[in-house]
């Protein structure tokens, strides 16, 4: 959008200042018509190359995007991969260390049962 806007605030200073120097340059009227030919197809040129450049941007823009698109994809991807990994890397400690909370448990419930309650 952006680009759109300065490209139309271009091609409108363009024609204005060429306007302006036209009519305000001092000339015979034919010399003007051959003046106002000649800026006229200078700025046909201009805007077709501009429109070229414009489609170029808009190409390179999306083919950009698209490679921006497929390495996000391949990064997701890859983080899982990392993340599956990590998962089954740590089952076994979990495992362990569900194992030692039970025995702990059982040796707070053992230490509790063997100790001797006081009454007040």
Do not use: C, H, Y
Request: proline share 2%; no cysteine.
């Amino acid at each position: 959008m952006k680009a759109k806007s300065l490209l139309i605030g271009f091609l409108t200073g363009t024609v204005v200042a060429g306007a302006a120097t036209l009519l305000s340059t001092p000339s015979s009227g034919k010399d003007l018509r051959t003046r106002i030919k000649t800026n006229t197809d200078e700025i046909k040129t201009t805007i077709d190359e501009l429109k070229v450049k414009m489609q170029n941007i808009k190409d390179d823009t999306m083919e950009a995007s698209q490679i921006s698109k497929e390495t996000v994809k391949t990064f997701i991807s890859d983080v899982q991969v990392v993340i599956e990994n990590w998962k089954r890397e740590i089952e076994p400690n979990k495992n362990e260390l569900l194992k030692n909370v039970q025995e702990i448990e059982n040796s707070l419930k053992e230490l509790e049962a063997a100790a001797p309650t006081s009454k007040n």
